[in-house]
């Protein structure tokens, strides 16, 4: 096979013109094709500019700077029966791909979730969006997929890692579209990537792994030498020979169950903040793609004495309460596949330093009991952010996307003193960024689980630094922000494991 790059195309062309520039470059025709890489060159006239992979005869002599070979590598593991037991607590992203590589390896699996099968917490959570009737075990943060399901679903991450392949690839073989393999900004969109969860747990059912939806982890079990020996639920205890925790970043019950038990557990920086949404025709103005991408996204990053950053930006979607706990406000963001609302929203976020707090949790769940103690209820907090730079409250220029109603807050009350005059100048320098940031947009909130207040510290092989066989993954422990990071380091945990007792990949 062969690598060709460097493939540049209006971005109104057909599949056939690609075909034809492709065998240009070649001098050779070709039946068929396969695009590795799509990006856009915008510098001028926009072009795509795509790395295909093609197979013909006699390769070696169409080789050039623009071509060369390409042996597709086979990253499923090796396979053999083995007699040992993982278990898996928490089916987020790293606990997805973690059950699926070991599986492949021949590991027996069994995963808990305390949360629901996406079709009824689907319902939970449509229940509380209509309602304001909040499931504490299955809702926006617990359930099949995690968090991550009701989202934007993006496939986006700065990490080189061969795996990125494996991952899109098994998201394509269970009801992904092809292009998330090749598109730069690849997104499923939180309506396709439930159907697609589910698919992928029931392929993992027929190849035996075993769920346990809606149980939760009470406790550990430990031997006398701080080695994990199993877990116990309010069903009963379950015995297994390594335990994967990927319980993702709300379930503070669970890791106080660990630092109870010693877990070597410490604090890292924070952030907070809240959602802005403006019309989605602004965002799109003001990007230089808007040509191409219906919903144009953008990164904000400002550098002061902390740092102030947009986050899970969300095009053509809308803000969603986020809560696991009664009597809390946590917002985040979502968008469905067509990405159509017509609002873009993202998160502003500052820097929390861990010196500024004793305990994470405690510090965020008093700043989402705040909102409620204010609200009186599930209306999140809402303000013109041309209001709040101005120190005013008036009426909302638009109406947030929020479904359960907002009630106006000066959010100068929010943050401290230091703090907010950072984060002012940050929407100063953003509005210089993307004009009509400021005058155009509003603010909702608060935005509080973007990133887990601890860490669960490993050696080199993934284990925790004091407990033998647990292997802390994913957000909850302090690893990953998003789909696909926490789905790596679910995978690099789970190629640990097959490194004891085989190789990590088919030859």
Same mark, same amino acid.
């Not at 039946?31 to 890489?37: A, E, G, L, P, Q």
């Not at 926009?46 to 070979?69: A, G, N, Q």
């Not at 593991?77 to 699926?100: D, V, W």
């Not at 284990?463 to 922000?481: C, Q, R, V």
């Given at each position: 096979?062969?690598? *060709?790059?460097? *493939? !540049? ?33 915008? !510098? ?30 086979? &990253? ?40 629901? !099968? ?54 394509? !073989? ?46 550990? &079990? ?20 390594? &335990?994967?925790? /990927? ?56 550098? /002061? ?54 305990? /994470? ?54 943050? $401290? ?18 004009? /009509?940031?400021?005058?155009?947009? *509003? ?13 669960? $510290? ?50």
């Amino acid at each position: 096979m062969l690598l *060709i790059n460097n *493939i !540049r195309l209006p971005i109104n062309h057909s599949e056939d013109d690609l075909k034809r520039k492709i065998e240009k470059k070649l001098h050779h025709k070709i039946t068929s094709f396969v695009i590795r890489k799509r990006s856009l060159d915008a !510098r001028k006239e926009p072009l795509y500019v795509y790395t295909v992979v093609v197979e013909i005869p006699d390769e070696d002599k169409y080789l050039s700077k623009d071509i060369r070979k390409y042996d597709e590598e086979d &990253l499923r593991p090796e396979y053999k029966q083995r007699n040992e037991t993982c278990i898996i607590a928490g089916y987020g992203p790293s606990g997805i791909f973690s059950a699926y590589r070991l599986m492949e390896a021949g590991y027996k699996v069994i995963v808990f979730e305390k949360g629901k !099968r996406i079709k009824e917490r689907e319902k939970d959570v449509e229940k509380f969006f209509k309602e304001g009737i909040l499931d504490e075990n299955s809702n926006v943060q617990f359930g099949e997929g995690g968090a991550g399901t009701f989202s934007d679903a993006k496939l986006t991450t700065r990490i080189k890692d061969p795996y990125i392949d494996y991952i899109l690839d098994i998201f394509a !073989r269970h009801g992904a579209k092809e292009n998330i393999k090749f598109e730069n900004h690849a997104h499923i969109g939180t309506d396709e990537v439930r159907v697609i969860i589910g698919n992928i747990t029931d392929y993992l059912i027929s190849k035996g792994v075993e769920f346990r939806f809606d149980e939760e982890i009470k406790d550990i &079990l430990l031997d006398d030498d701080r080695k994990v020996t199993g877990v116990m639920t309010l069903k009963g205890n379950y015995n297994c020979d390594h &335990l994967l925790m /990927g319980v993702g970043h709300s379930a503070y019950r669970t890791i106080e169950v660990l630092r109870q038990r010693g877990v070597y557990i410490e604090k890292k920086d924070i952030a907070i903040g809240f959602r802005v949404e403006h019309p989605q025709s602004l965002i799109d103005e003001r990007q230089t793609s808007s040509l191409v991408e219906a919903a144009n996204e953008y990164f904000l990053r400002y550098k /002061g004495e902390k740092g102030v950053y947009s986050f899970c930006m969300c095009p053509g979607g809308m803000i969603i309460p986020a809560m696991s706990d009664k009597e809390t406000i946590v917002t985040n963001g979502m968008s469905y596949a067509a990405r159509d609302s017509g609002i873009a929203n993202s998160a502003i976020l500052i820097q929390i330093f861990k010196e500024e707090f004793e305990n /994470g949790y405690d510090f965020l769940h008093s700043l989402e009991r705040k909102a409620y103690d204010y609200s009186s209820s599930y209306k999140a907090f809402a303000q013109n952010i041309k209001d709040f730079m101005n120190d005013e409250l008036n009426e909302l220029i638009f109406e947030s996307t929020y479904p359960l109603g907002t009630v106006l807050y000066d959010f100068n009350q929010f943050f $401290k003193k230091e703090d907010l005059k950072i984060i002012k100048e940050a929407l100063k320098d953003f509005n210089r960024k993307i004009p /009509g940031f400021i005058d155009s947009g *509003i603010m909702v909130g608060p935005e509080t689980r973007s990133s887990c207040p601890i860490r669960i $510290k490993r050696n080199e092989n993934y284990e925790s630094l004091n407990t033998k066989e647990l292997y802390p993954m994913g957000e909850g422990a302090g690893y990953g922000g998003g789909i696909m990071s926490c789905a790596l380091d679910g995978i690099r945990i789970a190629n640990a494991l097959i490194l004891k007792y085989g190789k990590v990949q088919n030859n």
